[in-house]
């Protein structure tokens, strides 16, 4: 299964914070979850095609090995409180479940 999830930055916060933190906690923290086959931030670089610009600032793609799994790695304290500065910079995420065709 895999979690797409995607944000804008909020108001106010720091570009090089935020991906520090990703790079330095978010990315390793969650990688080393046991129900995670894979963890990516991906950034916004444009709109292909268009000079448009990005709706949203920030992809992130969970590679899970299953929903039960995911949801207990995720609900322990340790990692709410590792994953806490999320919520500092995400504004309003969207966790969409998707499945392979």
Known sequence: MRIIVYFKLK????ITDYE???KTRDIPGVNAL????GFTIHK????????????YDYFEIIDIATIDKFVADISTAEFQAAAA???????NPKFVLTEDL
Do not use: R
Request: aromatic letters at 14%; charged letters at 20%; glycine letters at 14%.
């Open 34 to 37: 046991g129900s995670i086959n």
């Open 11 to 14: 108001a106010g916060a720091s």
């Open 20 to 22: 520090n933190w990703a």
């Open 44 to 55: 916004a670089t444009g709109v292909f095609g268009s000079d448009e610009k990005p709706e």
């Open 85 to 91: 500065p999320f919520q500092e910079y995400a504004d």
